[in-house]
């Protein structure tokens, strides 16, 4: 099967001197890619890259990155890519999980991860002057890369995506997002987080630009808009909710996205942004992408309106050749309407766990309603079909009791983001010394001359009294997971009663 790695050669032989990336050390074209990728290709092949070969590649984001990424699907091989900034231990942990057989990094890295994994050194020139064969086709069933994900347990898992459910995505976004050549996208994922591989492969399958900067350019704001502004960017691809916030709060930044035609969220509920007016801050397509890991990074989307409803959480329809099921805990559907669990199946859906074929049968389940031999994966995402399509209801592991009712801290987090002084809200759930839930409130923003009263006070034109904060913890900023998300984790494990 066809695969990126075709298309950027295919844009090489077209259009040679059309920029492909823009990275810190400079300018690289499709032509210069192309010839990158074919040289990996050799070194791969060469160290034994064959279909089911995990392939680590622990390099710096860049230009090596992109086109080993793109070599080891060429190969019909599996990739896994590494965040060079993690500490090894954890490192090593996903290498082994993975079951990674080939490492590929530069000079500057390889002592990183050592144990006798076999090494490609992608800076040191081939050894030999006759390259083997050009690779078969790819095999669509073959594994083409792996991803880690931790779920509700905290214990990283490796997810194994294969060359068809990839390919799809990957050319089912060019096509929803309307990608193309006069198209300049931004690298926001970190490497190591299967954001990152939509970030990086669907512009380049559309012929578009990439650019590729520091990642500590990404996390400022005033950094991170002067860089939209300096190249030009019209797409941001894997933004979280989290971190638009966080932009929206920044003092003294005027249309921080203006050129900015297609944002896309995901990874967290959209809902407290739009609660908090946060729409305005896009100019252009705003996107909510829904879809775990386990299902090839997205299954809905839905394009929010210019003015959203702030009290809906809306993630739209399933992509063509996916199965989205709303089911009550006897596998029966649920009406339009009523809340459920969802449950994803068709294009896109893992094997499986690598390694873990227990907690595979838990949550890889057969399909009821499908033919023979299919599947559904269990999100543990509660949901409801709408007439504009899927609204997400929150997680069957966050949810809490409290007082007899059943409470979904985001719904407290969009109420405290509508607040004018909040710019970031994380609400965790705790138990205090007589065994009662309750909620804790994390914010930030200008808040010296708020008061907990007056926070309740604004909370109280909205919500009821059970889903009210006992307290308030207010922060300089709320910590983040390394893919940008709220580290909710952190926050609930670091606080007191």
Known sequence: MRTVADDIAAHAARHPERIALTTPTGEVTYAQLAARVDEFTRLLRAGGARPETVCAIAVEHGTEAVAAMAAVLRCGAAFLTLDVGQPRDRLAAFVRSAGARLLLTTTAHASLLGDGLPTVLLDRPATTDAPPPPPPPADPHALAYVSHTSGSTGEPSAVLIEHHSLDTYLRDTVHAFGLGPDTVALQTAPLGYDASIRDTLAPLLAGARLVIVDRARLLRPEEFARTVREHRVTALLSVTPSFLTHL???????????????????????????????????????????????????????????????????????????????????????????????????????????????????????????????????????????????????????????????????????????????????????????????????????????????????????????LMPRRFQRLDALPTTRGGKADRRRLAAGSTR
């Open 248 to 466: 929206a709060g920044a003092s003294g930044l005027a249309d921080p996205l203006a050129g900015v035609t297609l944002a896309a969220t995901s990874g967290e509920s959209l809902r407290p942004f739009l609660a908090a007016g946060g729409r305005a801050l896009v100019p252009g397509r705003l996107v909510n992408q829904y879809g775990p890991t386990e299902c090839t990074m997205t299954t809905t989307r839905h394009s929010v309106p210019a003015e959203p409803d702030p009290s809906a959480d809306l993630v739209g329809v399933p992509r063509a050749g996916t199965v989205v099921r709303v089911l009550d805990a006897d596998l029966e559907p649920v009406a339009d309407g009523a809340v459920g669990e969802v449950y994803i199946g068709g294009e896109g859906l893992a094997r499986g766990y690598g390694g873990r074929a227990a907690r595979t049968a838990e949550s890889f389940v057969p399909d009821p309603f499908g033919p023979p031999g299919t599947r559904l994966y269990r999100t543990g995402d509660l949901g409801w079909w709408g007439s504009e399509g899927l609204h997400y209801a929150g997680r069957t592991d966050r949810q809490v009791k409290i007082r007899g009712y059943r409470v979904d801290p985001a719904e407290v987090e969009g109420a405290l983001l509508a607040h004018p002084g909040i710019t970031g809200a994380v609400v965790t759930p705790h138990t205090d010394d007589r065994g009662r839930v309750y909620l804790l409130a994390h914010v930030t923003g200008a808040l010296s001359g708020t008061t907990d009263a007056a926070l309740r006070g604004h909370l109280a034109r909205s919500l009821p009294p059970h």
